[in-house]
Structure formats: structure tokens, C-alpha cells
């Protein structure tokens, strides 16, 4: 079956520390992998997407890598704020058939 | 300003009800996604639009319908074969097709409560 997982934990970090978040596939090939923040009640905000045959990614703080072959991204935000607190989703972008989400993990950076 | 609007924001339906949920963009974009979210969860696509007049199922149709006459609105209706309705539902747009690396915009969303 096809599934797209993320930690269900919610990840707890200090401020000033990396966040590393991790998404998992299985039986998709998508084209891109797009990482999304989501704020409780909101709808999802686009931070920044990878193409499947790049390998890294960063945009400020943020860094996203993609490996194809184990199927994985690993989204990295440097020096977080309490201002990261948020859920963090990441989204399969499938050659014309359709934008999946995973599950989502949810960060708290502490002061 | 462009952007993608939901209504209403928050929706009682009684049981045996249709609902319709209104969703509008105005960024010209090709696509258009439903997805539901239940709480703590992540979200799930029920349908999705690539052009006018033509939509597919995602993976939770089930109990949902909806139509694509103009570019701009995408409305989903909830049936009453819907089992359990009560969600947090999200409209999103896309530039283009999927698969071509284009940023999903969502809407606000509209959370619907049946009593």
C-alpha cells in the first residue's frame, strides 16, 4: 500500500538548536517533495520544495534533502525560534495524478 | 490581492444533511485539491481538479462530490452517506498539473460539525 509517514511525536528541541524532521515513503515516485508549515487552525503555508534528482536544498534557515533510493526526506531548520513552533508536513507532487500529504509532525521550540 | 477563499468558516449540518462547501481562487490557477483533516492528523485528499470540467477521486471519496464548471470554484458537497463528516476540510490551488513542482495555495479552511 502506498503511505507517506512522519514522526506522530511531537519533536521537542531548544532554541538555537537544529530541528531535524523526517518523511518516509513507500510506493509512490513522486516528482517533488514539497515541505509545508501548518499553524493550528490554518490552512498549510509552502515553505520549499526539492526536485527528485536534486539531492539538497536550503532557502535561510531551512534545508531539505531527498533520497530517492531509501525513499526519504530530511527537513532541517538551523538556529530555531519558539517562532518555528508548528506542525511540519511534508507533500508527494506525483507526475499528473495528484499532491499527497504525510501525517505531520508537530515541533516546540522552547526558549 | 490573489488568493483562495473558503466559506463559511464554521458549519453545523444536521444528520441526513448535504452540505455544500464554497471555495473560490483567484491566481488562475489549473488545479484544484479537498482535503479533509481530522484532529492531529494530516491531511487526506478526497478530490481533485486538473481543469475545467473534469475532477478525479483521491482517496477518501467517498460520501463527497463535487463539480468544476469554472476555473475559479471548486465547491464539495458532503452527502448524507458521508459516515462522519464532522472535520477541519482545506481547499488548495496549484499553478499547474501535479507532478510539475508548483506550490500548493490553501484556503482558510472551514470546519464542519454535525449535531
Known amino acids: 500500500s502506498q503511505k507517506i509517514e512522519q514522526n506522530s511525536e511531537a519533536l521537542n528541541i531548544q532554541e538555537g538548536k537544529t530541528a531535524t524532521l523526517t518523511c518516509n515513503y513507500t510506493n509512490y515516485s513522486p516528482a517533488y517533495l514539497q515541505w509545508y508549515r501548518q499553524d493550528p487552525g490554518r490552512g498549510p503555508v509552502f515553505l520549499l520544495l526539492i526536485r527528485e534528482n536534486e539531492k539538497e536544498k536550503r532557502k535561510e534557515r531551512l534545508k531539505v534533502t531527498f533520497d530517492t533510493t531509501l525513499k526519504q526526506s530530511l527537513f532541517h531548520i538551523t538556529a530555531s525560534q519558539p517562532a518555528d513552533s508548528a506542525t511540519y508536513l511534508c507533500a508527494l507532487d506525483i507526475h499528473f495524478q495528484k499532491l499527497v500529504f504525510g501525517t505531520g509532525t508537530r515541533l516546540l521550540v522552547s526558549p | 490581492d490573489g488568493g483562495i477563499t473558503q466559506s463559511p468558516k464554521y458549519l453545523f449540518r444536521k444528520e441526513g444533511q448535504n452540505v455544500t462547501l464554497s471555495c473560490e481562487q483567484n491566481l488562475n490557477h489549473d488545479a484544484m485539491y479537498w482535503y479533509r483533516q481530522d484532529p492531529g492528523q494530516g491531511l487526506r485528499l478526497i478530490y481533485y481538479s486538473q481543469i475545467v470540467n473534469d475532477f478525479q477521486k483521491g482517496d477518501i471519496a467517498e460520501g463527497y462530490s463535487v463539480s468544476r464548471e469554472k476555473k475559479e470554484s471548486f465547491p464539495l458537497t458532503v452527502t448524507s452517506a458521508q459516515k462522519n463528516p464532522t472535520a477541519f476540510y482545506l481547499c488548495?490551488?496549484?499553478?499547474?498539473?501535479?507532478?510539475?513542482?508548483?506550490?500548493?495555495?490553501f484556503g482558510q479552511g472551514t470546519r464542519l460539525t454535525v449535531v
Open positions: 488548495a490551488s496549484t499553478l499547474k498539473s501535479p507532478g510539475q513542482g508548483t506550490e500548493a495555495f
